[in-house]
């Protein structure tokens, strides 16, 4: 060891270029590693709901359309979404409101009957507001962690109160160990919580936000989205089949038909939030090459110039393996006094969660291969080297 680093220093002049390069590779790629990491943190975060084959449906009601096409407008559309149940190809159908997930930001969630401030003993906090029926869970693939969904029954409870499912986040907001059978108020209602689901993330970089769903029956005098789970692959015949059905059942000119594909959605939201990365990760990523390219031709021109010394270590005793090692430790020696700024850097910018420590740790496993990769070459062909050949001169 000792002696690399003397080889090294007597040519530093040779290695700054090196050690200059690196220092600013690991940085950037450290900057990197952390990012795509922190957003596959967020990403698996509970409450994401399974989305794949699945449908929101609506009516789209213009300004101009009068109470009686509104009203019969409202009603007809279960009438499309039952003759659409009968199709071989739909799975589930579920009536909710604000349940189905990217149709809008959080902070877009605001008004009346989106949030509500719900007091909890001595506690009030903002809670989203979500309706679904008893097949909402089943559509969604909403995971319980307490307790059960809503059965299908349009009444209160014994007490009187209506049932209400919540989110965990909800229950440690409230404080609550163990939710079910809790009970609060909101307005002049009561309600008792009867399952607590993990999460309803509305957007898939994003914590599941505090929230309630309620039954679909408790909410009245308002238009609602319908979900519909479909068997893979009949995506296409299913949107035919709902405009041909919704323009028979519901003629109005002022009432349109709106349908959206949630996984295209997702698809959506998930470009939004991981173009900044991958704009990141573009330039890091030719910066890389780059840098490779240059690495491994300063060794490969160090090492044709040493050739002569390498020649004087075969014929002294050395094994071809020995002057590998000579070369592929003295990239590694470079690269690891190249990483110490990078490291004393994250230690002032990060508070080493378990995912910076892991980041980290991957950046400086990915640059030592780096220095490993660059210098084999170079190393292997002055292992190479015919010392008759290289001394014939000397």
């Known amino acids: 060891m000792r002696h690399l680093l003397k080889m090294i220093w007597n040519r530093k002049h040779r290695y ?6 690196q220092v600013l590779v690991t940085v950037i790629l450290m900057l990197l590693a952390v990012s795509v990491l922190e957003a596959y943190k967020k990403y698996k975060t509970p409450g994401m709901l399974d989305v794949e084959h699945t449908f929101v449906v609506r009516c789209s009601i213009g300004k101009d359309a009068t109470r009686e096409e509104r009203n019969n407008s409202m009603q007809s559309i279960n009438i499309v979404l039952e003759n659409l149940k009968k199709l071989p190809y739909v799975k589930t159908v579920s009536s909710a409101y604000n349940l189905a997930p990217y149709q809008r930001a959080d902070e877009l969630y605001a008004g009346q009957y989106t949030v509500d401030s719900i007091k909890i003993d001595d506690k009030r906090f903002l809670t989203i507001i979500k309706w679904s029926d008893e097949f909402g869970a089943s559509v969604l693939s909403i995971k319980m962690e307490e307790g059960k969904w809503f059965e299908n ?4 409870l014994p007490d009187g109160s209506y049932p209400v499912v919540i989110t965990r986040q909800f229950a440690d907001k409230a404080g609550w160990m163990t939710a079910v059978g809790k009970k609060f108020t909101r307005g ?3 309600y008792t919580v009867i399952g607590v689901a993990t999460g309803l993330k509305q957007e898939p970089f994003k914590p599941s936000p505090v929230a309630i769903v309620m039954p679909l029956y408790s909410m009245s005098g308002m238009p609602y989205e319908n979900l519909v789970k479909i068997d893979p692959g009949m995506e296409r015949e299913f949107t035919e089949s709902f405009y041909k059905e919704f323009r028979r059942v519901i003629p109005y000119e002022n009432v349109e038909a709106s349908i959206f594909y949630l996984p295209s959605s997702k ?8 173009l900044p990365i991958v704009l990141q990760g573009i330039p890091t990523l030719f910066l890389f090459i780059f840098a490779f390219i240059g690495t491994f031709g300063l060794y490969w021109m160090i090492s044709q110039k040493r050739m002569k010394e390498f020649a004087l270590r075969i014929a002294l005793g050395s094994t071809k ?28 910018i990060y508070e080493y969660t378990a995912v910076h420590v892991v ?8 640059m030592l291969l780096f220095a490993v990769v660059s210098a084999w070459y170079p190393a292997w062909t002055v292992s190479r080297v015919n010392p008759a050949e290289a001394l014939q001169y000397e």
């Not at 698809?267 to 991981?274: A, H, N, P, R, T």
């Not at 020995?322 to 230690?347: H, K, Q």
């Open 359 to 366: 980041a980290v740790s991957a950046t400086l496993f990915i």
């Open 321 to 348: 393996k020995r002057l590998m090692n000579i070369v592929i430790g003295e990239s590694l020696l470079v690269t690891c006094i190249a990483v110490l700024p990078a490291l004393l850097l994250s230690f002032f």
């Open 16 to 21: 700054s270029w090196i050690f200059t390069e």
């Open 267 to 274: 698809k959506m939201w998930v470009s939004q939030s991981i």
């Open 188 to 190: 002049n209602r009561f």
């Open 153 to 156: 029954r349009e009444k209160t």
